[in-house]
């Protein structure tokens, strides 16, 4: 199994803050996702980074994509309430089928 | 929005009792995926279906089965429940090139 490893697991900021998420694995990965989740609800895809070194943004959030493709890291800028919840990495498995997901950064955007 | 509802939403049982939980989706996607939510443990696939009655195991099936006898619907049952399987439970399908995947709201089911 390729594992992803995030840290980190809790963040509690204040909004306003910046804050970043990192997703690391010792495996190559074709490509990686990133959900939010938030409670009582599925999880939501927000970006699949494709190319190493590659960074998409999505408003006040970049994601980039490690030249290696092994790891990828979230940055959120002028963090709001809104941004709370649970964000998974996922990339996909050897067999082309599944994903293998991270276990998670819970953050917590307090006004 | 994918389409993709799961029934029960909420569900409590006692150990022993058979389960099934259902995941419906409206869109006619090939993959669809079971997985369980625990606290530390994240998101962990369970079994997975390519098409129908084409079904495979992921990395926890044991004490699972699945079904999909139809494009839309996809059954996760538990023969015999136990307390370890208490989690929320998420149904998902793949509709991108890249295996992007697309989640239900959840099952709930606690195991007394």
């Known amino acids: 199994t390729q594992l992803l490893e995030q840290s980190p697991q809790f963040l509690s900021i204040q909004e306003g803050e910046n804050l970043t998420v990192y997703c690391n694995s010792s495996?190559?990965?074709?490509?990686l996702q990133w959900y939010r989740q938030e409670p009582g609800e599925g999880p939501v895809l927000l970006v699949t980074?494709?190319?190493?070194?590659e960074v998409k943004k999505l408003k006040r959030l970049t994601f980039q994509f490690g030249d290696a493709r092994k790891d990828s890291s979230l940055h959120i800028t002028a963090a709001q309430p809104g941004d709370t919840g649970l964000y998974l990495c996922?990339?996909?498995?050897?067999?082309?089928?599944?994903?293998?997901f991270g276990k998670g950064t819970s953050l917590l955007v307090t006004p | 929005d994918a389409g993709i509802t799961q029934s029960p939403r909420h569900k409590v049982t006692e150990t022993g009792t058979p389960v099934t939980l259902r995941c419906h989706q409206t869109?006619?996607?090939?993959?669809m995926y079971w997985y369980r939510q625990d606290p530390g443990h994240g998101l962990r696939l369970i079994h997975y279906?390519?098409?129908?009655?084409?079904?495979d195991k992921g990395e926890v099936s044991d004490g699972y089965s699945v079904s999909r006898s139809k494009t839309e619907d996809f059954l996760l049952t538990l023969e015999s429940a136990t307390s370890s399987q208490t989690s929320v439970y998420f149904c998902?399908?793949?509709?991108?090139?890249?295996?992007?995947?697309?989640f239900g709201p959840g099952t709930r089911l606690t195991v007394l």
């Open positions: 998902a399908i793949s509709a991108g090139p890249l295996n992007e995947q697309f």
């Open positions: 495996s190559v990965f074709s490509s």
């Open positions: 980074v494709v190319t190493g070194g």
């Open positions: 996922a990339g996909v498995s050897n067999s082309g089928y599944a994903l293998n």
């Open positions: 869109e006619n996607h090939r993959y």
């Open positions: 279906s390519y098409g129908v009655k084409d079904t």
